[in-house]
């Protein structure tokens, strides 16, 4: 797990429709979001127990998807 992320709290008005999902499991956050930069962009979590998910199997799955469908062209 990293340390280098930050808890942000959101902040929206009540009467806003928009929600704010985890990147990782896709959980509505409604309070305070695990924010981090990985690979230059940032993402946003429920907790850092997603962000440790994400760094050991979304990614390595993304880069893996992307391996083989360079491949397959």
Do not use: H, N
């Amino acid at each position: 797990m990293s340390t280098s992320g930050e808890w942000r709290e959101i902040k929206v008005p009540i009467w806003e429709t928009v929600v704010t999902p985890c990147d990782c499991c896709g959980q509505v956050v409604a309070k305070r979001l695990w924010v981090i930069e990985i690979d230059g962009t940032e993402q946003g979590f429920c907790g850092k127990e997603c962000e440790s998910l994400f760094r050991t199997y979304v990614l390595p799955k993304r880069a893996a998807a992307a391996a083989a469908a360079i491949e397959s062209t």
